[in-house]
């Protein structure tokens, strides 16, 4: 068979040195959708974390302030159920400005425990039982932090948000009251 008119021995039509350039254009349309997508799970997965992580915070909390004495006086009491709270958040795993206190209060007719440090408030107490022998309290707990693209460093997304194509990674809820993103858990126990 006759040789091509173009073709040689050395430089065949199809050479691996003419690939080369496809090669690379294609590894990097590729890396580009391998990191979006890996970015995409890394992004939607710290958000979901958090809220896990704050649900649980608030059930141990929960938990740590039922075995606090309600015979004490009212304000003792109150103070001692908010360190307890606080107690359990500074043990957890989360970074203190990765959390905050200050959550809505869940309905009206709900007082503000003692504020703590750093968290400030971290909680809501309702009184159920007027005399003091039938006193008792329904506490919630409430653990958040905000998650914007901008804001103070402790308001902001922990892992950036990108916006590829239009789409913003991670696209994450807005609270309806304020406007903005906030990761929230909350528990509520009968004391």
């Keep these: 068979m006759p040789p091509l008119p173009h073709a040689s021995i050395h430089n065949p039509p199809h050479c691996a040195r003419c690939q080369r350039g496809a090669v690379a254009i294609e590894f990097a349309a590729l890396f580009a959708l391998f990191f979006a997508i890996l970015y995409g799970i890394l992004a939607y997965s710290l958000p979901l974390l958090l809220q896990l992580s704050f649900k649980q915070i608030t059930a141990d909390a929960a938990r740590r302030t039922v075995r606090v004495d309600p015979a004490l006086e009212e304000g003792d009491y109150l103070r001692i159920v908010a360190r307890e709270a606080a107690l359990t958040v500074s043990n957890s795993w989360l970074p203190a400005d990765w959390v905050s206190g200050n959550c809505p209060a869940p309905a009206s007719g709900w007082t503000a425990l003692p504020a703590e440090a750093p968290y400030g408030v971290l909680g809501y107490y309702r009184l159920v039982g007027e005399q ?24 902001t997304a922990i892992l950036p948000t990108l916006n590829l194509l239009g789409f913003d990674i991670p696209s994450l809820p807005t609270d309806a009251d304020s406007g903005d993103v906030v990761i929230r858990g909350r528990t509520e126990i009968r004391l």
């Design 132 to 155: 003091l022998q039938d006193r008792r309290y329904i506490l919630d707990i409430c653990l958040q932090r905000k998650y914007n693209r901008t804001g103070a460093p402790n308001e």
